[in-house]
């Protein structure tokens, strides 16, 4: 398997550099920052959330697990990859989080992607892929009863991650090959623009705490993504400069290589701890 983002592209933009990547201790940092309506029409093909949309990022797995695997005192149950939605709840957001148990403590080893509409009808459109039905693609185990960790797959545990959605199932692809992905929806969608929203890194809401993973090179495409798209955003386990990739669309790009500005749309998050931690 090529590299898993260990080779640094080399570029005079300071803009994005290639050194470091923004780390969170899952305690207590996060980084965050309050959208509206505006922003949601900007990042979403369709001007609604979660349409015509898609998720490039790396990711570093370096959070810590307690207990045995398999029982309720494993911890953690989720990692929050990133979050847009309400603030205080899971509805009217679309998030990435990959989840080691469920709230009984059986093991599940998948990476969602989960779309909610409002509170009172709860419709969504969940998809998740079982890393360890792709375990030539992944390298994550055979079975559920394995996990996604620092030392596998190889390397220093990078993963290139990709999210995407037109108007009906999500699709993901791990370092630049599709999942197979398995549906898990209710209702008929039909999100609202209209409230209060937060785009959330580290921390998601007050009764889910924060998540401790490394992070860089964060990108929101106003269109559905395709296999070749995330070929190229792959690259090969390079890391580089997403505005070079032709792929047309780009709304927010966050290099979260020094800070945590989007040098795309302008949509500066606000960082609460987190550090810049070399490569």
């Known amino acids: 398997m090529l590299g898993l983002g260990n080779s640094i592209s080399t ?4 803009e994005w550099g290639g050194s470091r990547f923004l780390s969170f201790d899952g305690t207590d940092d996060k980084a965050e920052l309050n959208v509206n309506a505006g922003f949601i029409s900007s990042v979403a093909g369709e001007g609604n959330i979660g349409a015509n949309i898609g998720f490039s990022f790396w990711i570093k797995p370096t959070w810590d697990s307690s207990g045995t695997l398999g029982t309720t005192g494993f911890a953690p149950r989720n990692i929050r990859l990133f979050y847009l939605g309400a603030p205080a709840d899971n509805h009217e957001s679309i998030q990435g989080y990959y989840q080691l148990t469920n709230s009984s ?15 009172g009808s709860n419709t969504r459109d969940n998809d998740f ?8 693609i992944t390298g994550t ?35 630049g090959q599709a999942l197979s992905m398995t ?30 993973y490394g992070i860089r090179d964060f990108a929101i495409f106003s269109q559905q993504l395709d296999s070749d798209d995330a070929a190229t955003l792959y690259n090969s386990g390079n890391f ?36 810049f931690t070399a490569l």
């Not at 570029?11 to 300071?14: I, K, L, N, Y």
Request: no cysteine; glycine share 12%; net charge neutral.
């Open 141 to 175: 185990g055979t079975g559920s009863s394995n996990h996604w960790k620092t030392d596998n797959p190889s390397g220093e545990g990078w993963v290139h991650i990709v999210m995407t959605r037109a108007t009906g199932n999500s699709t993901q692809y791990w370092n």
């Open 11 to 14: 570029t005079p933009d300071f």
């Open 240 to 275: 580089f400069d997403v505005r070079t990739s032709g792929i047309s669309n780009l709304g927010v790009y966050y290099p979260f290589n020094e800070h945590v500005r989007d040098i795309v749309g302008g949509h500066n998050l606000t960082l609460t701890g987190g550090t």
């Open 129 to 136: 892929s079982a890393l360890h039905s792709n375990n030539s």
């Open 183 to 212: 549906d898990s929806d209710s209702g008929t969608l039909n999100t609202d623009n209209s409230i209060a929203r937060v785009m959330r890194f580290g921390g998601h809401n007050p009764s889910s705490g924060f998540s401790k």
């Open 105 to 119: 403590g059986v093991t599940q080893n998948r990476l969602w992607t989960e779309l909610r509409a409002t509170t």
